[in-house]
C-alpha cells in the first residue's frame, strides 16, 4: 500500500522558517514528479513546488510566482523523501500542505492538482504576523 506521509509542519513568526517532510513507503518515486500543494480555508488546492525528472536525466524544480525565492524543494531517494524548505514565512502562507506524487516516470507536471496520483494527509502550517 502506497502511503505518503508529511511532517514539518506547526506555529511560527512571520520571518521564520519551516521545514517539511513527506515520506513515501509502498513504492519508489525516485524518477517520478514529486510536489507541495497547499489549501487555505475556503480556498482551493494550490500549486506550491514540483520536483520533476525531465526526460529521465535532469531534476527541475517549479514554483509558484508566490513562493519564488522563499521556498526550496528537494529529495532524498535513498530515504523516499521529498522536503520543502520554507523561509521568510508570511500569514498568507497559512494553510494546510499536502505532498503529491505522480505515477508516471519522467513526467513535468504543471500547476493543476490533477497530476497528483497518491496525496498525503497534509500538514498544517500557520505564520502569525
Known amino acids: 500500500q502506497v502511503q505518503l506521509v508529511e511532517s514539518g509542519g506547526g506555529l511560527v513568526q512571520a520571518g521564520g522558517s519551516l521545514r517539511l517532510s513527506c515520506a513515501a513507503s509502498?513504492?519508489?518515486?525516485?524518477?517520478?514528479?514529486m510536489g507541495w500543494f497547499r489549501q487555505a480555508p475556503g480556498k482551493e488546492r494550490e500549486f506550491v513546488a514540483v520536483?520533476?525528472?525531465?526526460?529521465?536525466?535532469?531534476?527541475?524544480?517549479s514554483y509558484a510566482d508566490s513562493v519564488k525565492g522563499r521556498f526550496t524543494i528537494s529529495r532524498n531517494n535513498d530515504l523516499n523523501t521529498l522536503y520543502l524548505e520554507m523561509n521568510n514565512l508570511k500569514p498568507e502562507d497559512t494553510a494546510v500542505y499536502y505532498c503529491?506524487?505522480?505515477?508516471?516516470?519522467?513526467?513535468?507536471?504543471?500547476?493543476?492538482?490533477?497530476?497528483?496520483?497518491?496525496w498525503g494527509q497534509g500538514t498544517q502550517v500557520t505564520v502569525s504576523s
Open positions: 503529491a506524487a505522480g505515477l508516471k516516470p519522467g513526467a513535468v507536471p504543471g500547476t493543476d492538482p490533477a497530476w497528483g496520483d497518491y
Open positions: 509502498g513504492r519508489t518515486f525516485s524518477k517520478n514528479a
Open positions: 520536483h520533476s525528472w525531465r526526460y529521465l536525466r535532469t531534476f527541475i524544480a
